[in-house]
């Protein structure tokens, strides 16, 4: 989690410079759903910046008294790029006065007042204007506004490792800290305020309002969390709507691209850490192919059937994911691999040789046609290597400009493998340096794989081999639900030797052993 953690610091701060840089969009554009709002943001724009400023002062008075707006609406209305939306956005975060209040308290002030729903841009527009209104208010408590958004964006992510659906171990206060470190314009921040943040989102977890219509949904359309405390858990978005950058979105409405019976097994948890051992068993599930997430569920998939909180939380994206045949694995046939995005390992196994090769190439095809291209990479005072945070939202290029991104990647990725390799570090240095090396080596080669994976696939067809009913190439094959496992039986097993991978100490994903990717 840290190496996610000092990327979007470290990104947040530098996409808060841009902002201030980028020049406003169309002010015409769509602010809202209704034809008195767009007829009023019109007209105002042609009168001039006097004009402006009183449109966007009546809107923002709406916005915060909720006058023809549901909560849901807000953040949409504050996060857009335009320099209309920036107007309504300071007009409305003056009607908060966090004035001798600490950030965290003034967070969760502002949180109530409205949901924080959105595309992730969006949302992060909004925390940014909330960073500006808080320096604003007190000058004197951290250096700058830089400083106020990235520990805005700390407290979410923090929010979201402590209370959110990820399996492992939680982050310690010091390692909040040492994710801290050097990022306040170079500097640290105070411990003793570090230490206080962490307690307060440890204690008591970050929550936003949400509209009384929401609060009746099911748990498939919810959200999983609560007004003021005061109606029951539902979930509408996979992993935690804590977390406004990485959360993946529950689409009822996606396509299913494939069905059937699995077994799963996770062998390793986010950033490759190593299952714990009593949470490594065989289970099945009947996995559902919808959109870019692979639903796990104990009982066969009906589509007029709500998804159980359990059910979203066994659910995995499969943005940025690579699927391929366990070749490392030999207990049980018919095995594949499926590394995710923040690079956790899952085991599947299908019935036959014919229907794994289907979900691999089902998955990666869904993969390739709809990840959402890489964040630009992180520039920090970080020393270690980090990965480049990869979005969770589906791309809105075309098909031709998707294949263009993934070629571009793949060929600055071959470059960047070839001079890592060129200079290999000494024999001479520390340890941790060569662990660092190793895992930078790692990542490059994966990632060098993933892309030449991505494609292939797109010029074989993309988006098309997703809905051909013939013969498809590479492998893929109509989407059919799998031969049914037996829930109540083991699955198939075969009588080999231990398999070398879960042996005690072997740790294929951690930075000294590299793990084989086919």
């Not at 001039?48 to 008075?61: D, F, H, I, P, Q």
């Not at 709406?62 to 939306?85: C, I, M, P, Q």
């Not at 858990?233 to 689409?251: A, E, Q, V």
């Not at 009947?286 to 709500?306: C, I």
Request: aromatic content about 8%; charged content about 30%.
């Amino acid at each position: 989690m840290g190496i996610i953690m000092c990327l979007i610091y470290c990104y947040c701060r530098d996409r808060c410079l841009a902002e201030g840089k980028t020049t406003g969009v169309d002010a015409g554009s769509e602010m809202g759903s209704t034809d008195i709002l767009e007829k009023e943001t019109t007209e105002s724009l042609s009168n001039g910046t006097n004009s402006n400023v009183e449109a966007a002062k009546r809107l923002a008075k709406r916005l915060y008294h909720l006058d023809r707006f549901k909560r849901s609406d807000v953040a949409k209305h504050l996060g857009k790029n335009n320099e209309f939306s920036k107007l309504v956005a300071e007009e409305y975060l003056k009607f908060f006065d966090f004035t001798g209040m600490t950030l965290d308290q003034s967070l969760r002030y502002f949180l109530k007042a409205f949901s924080l729903v959105g595309e992730t841009q969006e949302r992060e527009r909004v925390l940014i204007h909330f960073s500006n209104r808080y320096f604003s208010c007190n000058p004197d408590t951290i250096t700058s506004k830089d400083g106020v958004h990235c520990l805005t964006c700390a407290m979410m992510l923090l929010n979201t490792d402590l209370h959110g659906h990820n399996i492992g171990k939680k982050m310690t206060c010091q390692e909040f800290i040492t994710n801290l470190q050097g990022v306040n314009e170079g500097g640290d921040f105070s411990k003793d305020l570090l230490k206080a943040l962490y307690n307060s989102i440890k204690n008591e977890k970050l929550e936003w309002a949400v509209d009384d219509e929401e609060k009746k949904k099911s748990p498939s359309e919810g959200t999983d969390e609560k007004a003021n405390g005061t109606h029951p858990k539902t979930i509408s978005r996979i992993g935690s709507t804590t977390n406004p950058f990485l959360d993946i979105p529950h689409d009822p409405n996606a396509a299913v691209y494939k069905s059937g019976f699995l077994a799963r097994k996770i062998h390793a948890d986010m950033d490759g850490k190593k299952t714990p051992r009593g949470k490594r068993g065989w289970k099945t599930f009947y996995a559902v192919l919808k959109g870019t997430v692979l639903y796990l569920q104990k009982d066969e998939y009906k589509p007029e059937k709500s998804l159980s909180d359990e059910d979203l939380k066994n659910a995995v994206s499969v943005h940025h994911a690579l699927a391929s045949k366990a070749t490392d694995y030999e207990k049980k046939p018919n095995v594949f691999k499926l590394k995710t995005a923040d690079w956790r390992v899952l085991l599947f196994q299908t019935q036959s040789p014919e229907e794994m090769q289907g979900w691999i190439n089902k998955i990666n095809c869904v993969a390739a046609v709809f990840s959402a291209p890489p964040f630009p990479a992180a520039i920090g005072s970080q020393k270690k290597f980090s990965r480049p945070l990869l979005p969770a939202t589906t791309t809105k290029l075309s098909q031709e400009e998707q294949l263009k991104s993934h070629e571009s990647k793949l060929k600055q990725i071959t470059t960047e493998l070839a001079e890592h390799r060129s200079y290999p570090p000494d024999k001479k240095v520390k340890a941790k340096d060569v662990d660092e090396y190793k895992l930078k080596d790692h990542y490059l080669e994966f990632e060098k794989t993933r892309y030449e994976i991505y494609v292939s696939v797109l010029k074989e067809g993309g988006k098309e081999l997703l809905t051909t009913d013939g013969n498809e190439p590479m492998g893929l094959k109509k989407s059919h639900s799998s031969p049914s496992l037996n829930p109540d039986a083991s699955p198939v097993t075969a009588k080999v030797k231990r398999n070398v991978s879960e042996r005690k100490d072997h740790r294929p994903e951690t930075p000294g052993i590299k793990q084989k990717v086919t």
